[in-house]
């Protein structure tokens, strides 16, 4: 049915070979495979950090991992049915991640090297917000390394936004994101930096959990862990 296939292949579960004219598997089921096998341990064990942040603050969170440059969630909690978020669940590969907070987290801390590479390509426009210039993207990418966490401002869906922070394991390995998506307008001001805070900080006891030691004086050159 050409019409599975064109579906299949707009969600990236069939990418067509230009050389062979066939269809291969895609990334979104390499990451649908991902998602059962590996990480189904990393989810169990952080879901208790993952419900806390919703119940702290009231907004949808999930747990994110890096599949072959794609963020893929693992798990989330929503706050009932929002129709922003309610396609971003387990198993599910956020298109463009660059565009998302967790794709910024996971290329920042591959460092200048991987960032370079990565905006050789154009980045797409998913909304009127999204940043397409590689010098203002790589600009966001340093600022990610100093603030801790990384934002998406209606750069994915209009009217939902993301912050997100790193989660580290025992060996100092980048192995997650953790984020929440407030719609737009709850992610102003006070409440902005209050979010970007509480992400930071679940983050942190996430990689606790996990066996990472954070110095005291904050200054792990993670670039170099990831």
Same mark, same amino acid.
């Given at each position: 049915?050409?019409?599975?296939?064109?579906?299949?292949?707009?969600?990236?579960?069939?990418?067509?070979?230009?050389?062979?004219?066939?269809?291969?598997?895609?990334?979104?089921?390499?990451?649908?495979?991902?998602?059962?096998?590996?990480?189904?341990?990393?989810?169990?064990?952080?879901?208790? *950090?993952?419900?806390?942040?919703?119940?702290?603050?009231?907004?949808?969170?999930?747990?994110?991992?890096?599949?072959?440059?794609?963020?893929?969630?693992?798990?989330?909690?929503?706050?009932? *049915?929002?129709?922003?978020?309610?396609?971003?669940?387990?198993?599910?590969?956020?298109?463009?991640?660059?565009?998302?907070?967790?794709?910024?987290? *996971?290329?920042?801390?591959?460092?200048?090297?991987?960032?370079?590479?990565?905006?050789?390509?154009?980045?797409?426009?998913?909304?009127?917000?999204?940043?397409?210039?590689?010098?203002?993207?790589?600009?966001?990418?340093?600022?990610?390394?100093?603030?801790?966490?990384?934002?998406?401002?209606?750069?994915?869906?209009?009217?939902?936004?993301?912050?997100?922070?790193?989660?580290?394991?025992?060996?100092?390995?980048?192995?997650?994101?953790?984020?929440?998506?407030?719609?737009?307008?709850?992610?102003?001001?006070?409440?902005?930096?209050?979010?970007?805070?509480?992400?930071?900080?679940?983050?942190?006891?996430?990689?606790?959990?996990?066996?990472?030691?954070?110095?005291?004086?904050?200054?792990?050159?993670?670039?170099?862990?990831?």
């Amino acid at each position: 049915d050409d019409r599975l296939v064109r579906t299949l292949e707009s969600e990236r579960y069939l990418v067509l070979n230009p050389a062979t004219g066939r269809y291969q598997i895609g990334l979104a089921a390499t990451a649908l495979l991902h998602s059962l096998t590996e990480p189904s341990n990393l989810a169990q064990a952080l879901h208790p *950090f993952i419900q806390a942040l919703t119940d702290q603050l009231g907004e949808p969170a999930s747990l994110v991992i890096d599949v072959h440059g794609a963020p893929l969630v693992i798990d989330s909690v929503s706050t009932g *049915f929002n129709p922003l978020t309610s396609s971003i669940g387990p198993g599910r590969v956020i298109d463009s991640g660059t565009s998302t907070a967790p794709g910024k987290v *996971f290329l920042a801390y591959k460092g200048p090297e991987q960032w370079e590479a990565a905006l050789t390509r154009p980045l797409q426009r998913r909304t009127p917000h999204t940043i397409i210039d590689a010098d203002v993207y790589a600009a966001q990418l340093e600022r990610v390394l100093i603030d801790g966490v990384a934002c998406d401002e209606e750069e994915h869906f209009v009217g939902l936004c993301a912050v997100a922070a790193p989660v580290w394991d025992g060996a100092g390995t980048l192995v997650a994101a953790v984020t929440v998506t407030p719609i737009a307008e709850r992610f102003q001001g006070e409440r902005r930096h209050l979010l970007s805070e509480a992400v930071k900080s679940s983050a942190v006891r996430m990689s606790s959990a996990l066996g990472f030691v954070h110095r005291a004086d904050g200054g792990e050159d993670l670039t170099k862990m990831a």
